[in-house]
């Protein structure tokens, strides 16, 4: 019994370091700024890509208007 209760011992110590390690990386990230930027960068794009898509919708008769008239252009030299 002396054999397994310090392989026991030994994978609970190996196991407590890996949390304590895996919770003191957890806890760096989470007060890092690094990627402030990159997630504002991130929200603004998406805001601009709902923009543009409620903009397609909302003209899209003027937009086939528009379109219309240009091919025609081009069409007719």
Do not use: C, H
Not at 39 to 58: P, S
Not at 66 to 73: E, K, R, T
Request: glycine share 10%; charged share 15%; aromatic share 6%.
């Amino acid at each position: 019994m002396g054999a397994l209760s310090k392989t026991l011992e030994s994978v609970r110590l190996g196991s407590v370091r890996m949390w304590s390690g895996l919770q003191s990386r957890v806890v760096s990230l989470a007060r890092s700024q690094s990627g402030q930027g990159t997630t504002e960068y991130a929200i603004l794009v998406g805001v601009l890509v709902v923009i543009a898509i409620l903009a397609i919708t909302v003209f899209r008769p003027r937009l086939q208007e528009l379109w219309n008239a240009i091919s025609d252009g081009i069409n007719s030299l």
